[in-house]
């Protein structure tokens, strides 16, 4: 399909890892990207990894690319309440675009 | 050195009014991009300039229009509001064309039409 998929909610506690997984549409995607938005802020760009990749690490961040599957999933290490927010997925496309998931709000709980 | 900035932050204006909106990109970056943020649709892509030139543009009608100054500066203008045209504005910039490593997003500008 034509959207960037990923799941709505994620809950965790304080402490436990979070996994946040996508799966996007264009297997020519050059670049993925995660992006957090907290409450009335834009999108800040997490971190980004390369097609050629398979893994990306990034103090408490890993990023996993499954080229073959089309999935990218987020890992967020010791999980703390500031981490509370929208986490996008998003694709590089044709024509220098970005395409982006519908976010998942993760919850972390004290 | 200083972030995206948009502004205004929040604007209420009727339907049938018109709206520009200001997006000044970190000093150096010559790309700039709009994007709407609604609930329901998410992040959808507006336009992308470059050195003043409209380059990309998304599936929006014509009562949404952009441009670009020489000092990269952006603005975008909607025409003939609707109430379906309350949203978060969003405006990224990137030092060149292409999305290698990603954007650098303001923190909007919320619109509220009534």
């Known amino acids: 399909g034509e959207d960037v998929e990923q799941s709505l909610f994620l809950s965790v506690r304080e402490g436990d890892s979070s996994v946040i997984n996508c799966t996007y549409t264009d297997s020519s995607s050059t670049y993925l990207y995660w992006y957090k938005q907290e409450p009335g802020a834009g999108l800040q760009l997490l971190t980004y990894i390369f097609s050629n990749m398979d893994m990306k690490q990034d103090q408490r961040l890993t990023v996993l690319l499954n080229k073959k599957d089309k999935h990218l999933s987020l890992r967020i290490a010791d999980t703390q309440t500031g981490d509370s927010a929208i986490y996008f997925c998003a694709e590089s496309i044709q024509n220098n675009d970005m395409r982006f998931g519908a976010g998942t709000r993760l919850t972390v709980k004290p | 050195k200083a972030g995206v900035t948009q502004t205004p932050r929040y604007l209420i204006k009727t339907r049938g009014q018109q709206v520009t909106l200001s997006c000044s990109p970190i000093?150096?970056?010559?790309?700039v991009s709009w994007y709407q943020q609604t609930p329901g649709q998410g992040l959808q892509f507006l336009f992308e300039?470059?050195?003043?030139?409209?380059?990309n543009k998304g599936n929006f009608p014509g009562r949404f229009s952009g441009r670009q100054f020489s000092n990269s500066r952006s603005e975008m203008n909607v025409s003939t509001l609707e109430l379906g045209d309350s949203a978060l504005y969003l405006c990224a910039s990137s030092s060149t064309r292409g999305t290698n490593y990603g954007y650098t997003f303001g923190s909007g500008t919320r619109l509220t039409v009534v």
């Open positions: 000093s150096g970056h010559r790309s």
């Open positions: 300039y470059f050195s003043e030139t409209q380059r």
